[in-house]
């Protein structure tokens, strides 16, 4: 995923095309090693393909997952409630 991600930072930085070697600049700027191979093959993966059409391509085939836990939450003010009333009527 590192390496993913520093190719997109790079892309939209302006460098339509990152090397190898911009891959393990970003990466060694965040203590983070790079595993040649993987970068290579990333390269080789991503050549001649526009990085934002692969988003939009990933996006629309996750769009039907559900996400996100739905309901849950609200409530909880009954003691600040209780106490309210309470120091309400000591006046």
């Not at 590192?2 to 930085?13: I, S």
């Not at 393990?24 to 191979?37: G, I």
């Not at 526009?50 to 003691?79: T, Y």
């Not at 409630?81 to 000591?90: H, P, V």
Request: proline share 2%; glycine share 20%; net charge negative.
């Amino acid at each position: 995923m590192k390496h993913v991600t520093a190719y997109t930072l790079l892309v939209l930085g302006g460098k339509a095309q990152p090397t190898v070697e911009d891959l393990k600049e970003v990466l060694s700027s965040v203590d983070s090693e790079a595993d040649e191979a993987q970068l290579s093959a990333l390269l080789g993966d991503l050549e001649g393909k526009d990085i934002a059409s692969l988003i939009d391509s990933g996006l629309e085939k996750i769009k039907d997952i559900p996400i996100g836990g739905g309901g849950g939450g609200g409530g909880g003010g009954g003691a600040v409630a209780a106490a309210g009333d309470g120091a309400a009527a000591a006046d």
